[in-house]
């Protein structure tokens, strides 16, 4: 198994620009977390989703923020318009259980 | 409100020594505390966890200790090598499915 896959690893992009993370969790998993890593304020969870359905969102910070599964293999991370408080890395976990979360490698944002 | 806090921040060990990570929980309701691994420019992958019926767990040089009446836990890597470099993060989750709560991590540093 190829792991957890998020893609891009690295975007740079200028505020106000849209900027889309895109995650595919490992075969078989039923739940689909992402996390912001920053230096501050450690690992964050923004969403997480259980079979496909968003569970919670109240860690995504704001409206700018929104996040969708459109199947079990898929989903992505969307922020319109960014902003460089944004910058971060963000990750994208995949389990079966809670016990185990199996992360990506992540995608280095920087807005500038 | 942070519900799991970490310590210390950053930690230097001298090869062969043991590295000690703290934390703290306020949530009477976590039941699972697991603790990860991240090296640079990876996801975080999980070290070691425990629950709160037993109050120490071993695996190798790792060792969770766990004081379910002070709602402390503490990750003890004993003789310390330079490829335990790493940022360790210990988390916390409640039952059923919930998600894991993270502490800011630690970065340890092993010298030879």
């Known amino acids: 198994d190829a792991g957890v896959i998020q893609s891009p690893r690295h975007e740079v992009t200028e505020m106000g620009q849209e900027v889309t993370l895109r995650c595919k969790p490992i075969?078989?998993?039923?739940?689909l977390f992402w996390y912001r890593q920053t230096m501050m304020r450690g690992l964050e969870l923004l969403i997480y989703?259980?079979?496909?359905?968003?569970?919670?969102d109240s860690g995504m910070p704001e409206d700018r923020f929104s996040a969708k599964m459109p199947n079990a293999s898929f989903s992505t991370l969307k922020i319109q318009p960014s902003e460089p408080r944004d910058s971060a890395v963000y990750f994208c976990a995949s389990s079966v259980m809670r016990e185990k979360l199996f992360f990506g490698s992540g995608t280095q944002l920087s807005v500038l | 409100q942070q519900q799991v806090k970490q310590s210390p921040q950053s930690l230097i060990v001298q090869k062969g020594g043991i590295s000690i990570i703290n934390c703290a929980y306020e949530?009477?309701?976590?039941?699972?505390f697991p603790w990860y691994q991240q090296f640079p420019g990876k996801g975080p992958a999980l070290l070691i966890a425990?629950?709160?019926?037993?109050s120490e767990k071993k695996e190798g040089r790792f060792t969770i200790s766990f004081n379910k009446s002070a709602k402390q836990f503490s990750l003890h890597i004993m003789d310390s090598q330079p490829g335990d470099s790493a940022t360790y993060f210990c988390?916390?989750?409640?039952?059923?499915?919930?998600?894991?709560?993270f502490g800011k991590g630690t970065r340890l540093s092993v010298i030879a």
């Open positions: 949530n009477t309701a976590f039941d699972y």
């Open positions: 989703f259980n079979n496909n359905v968003p569970i919670d």
């Open positions: 988390a916390a989750s409640k039952g059923g499915n919930t998600p894991l709560v």
């Open positions: 075969s078989g998993h039923n739940s």
């Open positions: 425990i629950r709160p019926d037993v």
